[in-house]
């Protein structure tokens, strides 16, 4: 849970001084003290980084922030066997998930409960599943 607020954090932060950096572009332009010929290019160029990483990192975050808050959180299972491990990533079938750097490695030949973040795909915490018990059939 500590990486999901961290790079939740970090997420901002980036956007912030993305956002401020356009504006002060842009009063640079409007005062028109451009110094280099291509620099009245550079808010355009700032603006299209701006949204993409809104959309694609920022926007994510966020809403998996109010699910948090909601308690809405998702749950998944699976075996480490049928995992594909890809750095800090995890495909199993068609979902990938983030796993935090810091998590414990996951053991061969263990089932896992997974739960995360539906938007972003961070894993927020991560436990071995119980085999659940199976009931006696004596009289």
């Not at 932060?13 to 280099?36: D, E, P, Y």
């Not at 808010?43 to 949204?51: H, K, V």
């Not at 699910?67 to 995890?90: C, H, K, P």
Request: proline letters at 6%; charged letters at 20%; one cysteine or more.
């Amino acid at each position: 849970m500590t990486y999901f607020y961290l790079t939740l954090a970090l997420t901002l932060i980036v956007t912030i001084c993305l956002f401020s950096l356009l504006l002060r572009r842009l009063k640079i332009n409007w005062a028109k003290q451009n110094r280099r010929r291509f620099s009245f290019i550079l808010p355009s160029l700032l603006t299209l980084i701006l949204l993409a990483f809104t959309i694609f990192e920022c926007k994510p975050r966020l809403l998996d922030a109010l699910d948090i808050l909601q308690n809405n959180i998702y749950t998944y299972s699976a075996n480490s066997q049928d995992m594909e491990f890809v750095g800090t990533r995890i495909k199993h079938g068609d979902k990938l998930l983030i796993r935090s750097p810091w998590a414990p490695a996951l053991k061969p030949d263990t089932i896992y409960r997974l739960r995360y973040a539906k938007y972003s795909g961070l894993i927020l915490e991560q436990d071995v599943q119980m085999p659940e018990e199976i009931p006696s059939t004596t009289p």
